[in-house]
């Protein structure tokens, strides 16, 4: 199954609503003390900028900054939020023909915009980053984690309500079967079961209002992806921030943050 979620994202009322997040994660905090002064010299691409939340925090820290999103309503919501300021354009990750080799220092792929369509689209998109880097450049992104140890929990009758994949409660018991229809499995177990054993693949988790199947991937097969399409890791971060390759830490979280080079 591939997905592709544009028609979803290019809307004006969800570009409103990215247009209004303001703040970083964790993981974004600790990598941008990291690189602190490194950042200074460098020219960044933030690929699937959306609305703009990494603009404020990244594009005064960076030499050249470019946001780039496909969805023409994202980039328009950036136009209008942040004016001249910083560059702005219409770019699809998996065919980038408006941006040269060699280009960048640095991008940023935030908020699992790469788990946002299939598995061959993110191996398109995985050589059209790394052709756009420099050599020696930075990738720094974040992917959905197969092995969540939450993962069965956000299924459950029992999820709690306010966390990031909570089914409202009236309604709860047709979404949570709405979700097992579009997942094509009576038990989210079992389905949950058969991707890991596969490492990858596409799970309907309720995001963009259940309307979209995401990628979820292990740590140990998102490293080969990356090893396979040229790129070195150097440091995996837990969504709490903590710079670690513990599998145990990082499989607490939902999401886990890749640098590599
Ligand atoms: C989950 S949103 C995150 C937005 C923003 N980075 C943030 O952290 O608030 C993912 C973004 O990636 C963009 N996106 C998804 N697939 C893309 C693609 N193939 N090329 C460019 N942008 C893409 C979407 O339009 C959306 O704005």
């Known amino acids: 199954m591939t997905t592709d979620h544009k028609i979803l994202y290019d809307t004006e009322h969800i570009s409103c609503d990215y247009a209004a997040r303001d703040y970083l ?17 460098m020219d960044m691409l933030d690929m699937g900028v959306g609305g703009g939340r990494t603009t404020k925090y990244f594009a005064p820290l960076v030499k050249n900054y470019t946001g780039a999103d496909y969805a023409p309503y994202m980039i328009a919501a950036c136009k209008k939020k942040y004016g001249d300021s910083y560059k702005f354009i219409e770019c699809d990750v998996r065919d980038m023909n408006s941006v040269s080799d060699n280009s960048f ?8 915009g ?3 369509f299939g598995h061959d689209d ?20 974040s992917s959905h ?11 459950s009758f029992r999820a709690k309500e306010g966390s990031c994949f909570s089914l409202k409660k009236p309604g709860r ?14 038990s989210m177990k079992r389905h949950i079961k058969k991707l890991r ?28 992806q990356l090893h396979d399409a040229g790129f070195n890791i150097t440091a995996t ?9 513990d599998e145990e830490i990082l499989d607490s979280g939902c999401w886990i943050y890749y640098l590599c080079n």
């Open 25 to 41: 994660d964790m993981a974004e905090k600790t990598f941008i003390e990291e690189f602190s002064k490194k950042l200074t010299e």
């Open 105 to 112: 220092d640095f991008i940023l792929f935030s908020y699992n």
């Open 114 to 116: 790469i788990d946002s």
């Open 122 to 141: 993110r191996l398109h998109a995985l050589a059209e980053i790394r052709r756009a880097l420099k050599p020696g450049g930075i990738f720094f992104f």
């Open 145 to 155: 984690n197969l092995n969540w140890s939450g993962l069965y929990g956000i299924f």
């Open 173 to 186: 018991l047709f979404n949570l079967l709405r979700l097992r229809y579009l997942n094509k499995s009576v």
């Open 197 to 224: 054993k596969k490492k990858a693949g596409h799970i309907y988790d309720n995001s963009l209002n259940g309307k979209a199947g995401i990628y979820y991937i292990t740590a140990e097969e998102q490293v080969k």
């Open 237 to 245: 971060y837990s969504r709490s921030g903590i710079k670690t390759d």
